[in-house]
């Protein structure tokens, strides 16, 4: 079972829309990650929260906004994004921020049009 | 800022032989150091982890070594499995995960 999870599992968009990607889970994690993965690389860290606050930003575009709503919830927002930027966008979540297993979820594999 | 280093980026063995995945890192901070298996289409699953204050740790088939002086960790898979057909990817934490860029091992029947 996935005890992190994302919705949805599939998104196609254009390079005008705005959309948002979804992550939740019930481990009672305090921290919660977002990752880009393209075909045959590792994961690349975006977004670190740490209860429930943005703790790293790693120098990501301003058309990838993140939030986190509670403890529970990641969101990515979407808007005017390029053909470069599909790929498999991983949410992981972790017991304290660091030093800690991260859990992941089942990705939303995003295609730009 | 960290840098781990994987090695081989492709690993061929006969089914019931042992393989070895070997990497490498730069920040002495890092203390924390794990390994994730990526089946195709399908999310990292993390399968052991090591912390620096320990040299090695074991579960089942699975063994990592972990040289802090020489910065060196190491993954063992023995007896090999059509199962353990994957990519392997280890990792290197302090504040947060690096990770190698991953070796593809192939199970040979």
């Known amino acids: 079972d996935t005890e992190v999870t994302q919705t949805p599992k599939h998104l196609v968009m254009g390079m005008t829309n705005k959309k948002s990607l979804k992550c939740e889970q019930h481990m009672g994690h305090r921290a919660m990650y977002w990752y880009k993965q393209k075909a045959k690389k590792p994961p690349e860290l975006m977004f670190v929260y740490s209860y429930e606050k943005l703790s790293i930003n790693e120098s990501v575009p301003s058309r990838f906004s993140p939030e986190c709503p509670n403890s529970s919830l990641l969101n990515l927002h979407l808007h005017a994004l390029q053909p470069e930027d599909s790929a498999l966008y991983l949410c992981?979540?972790?017991?304290?921020?660091?030093?800690?297993?991260?859990?992941f979820g089942d990705g939303t594999r995003l295609s730009i049009l | 800022g960290e840098n781990v280093e994987q090695h081989p980026s492709t690993l061929s063995v006969q089914e019931g032989d042992s393989a070895v995945i070997k990497c490498t890192y730069s920040d002495s901070a890092s203390n924390y150091f794990p390994w994730y298996k990526q089946e195709l289409g399908k999310r990292p699953q993390l399968i052991i982890d090591i912390r620096s204050n320990v040299g090695e740790k074991k579960d089942q088939r699975i063994a990592v070594t972990l040289n802090k002086t020489a910065k060196h960790f190491s993954l063992h898979i023995t007896e090999t499995q059509p199962e353990d057909s994957a990519v392997y990817f280890c990792a290197a934490s302090y504040d947060k995960i690096i990770f190698g860029k991953g070796t593809r091992l192939h199970i040979l029947p």
């Open positions: 992981a979540s972790s017991d304290g921020q660091g030093s800690q297993p991260q859990h």
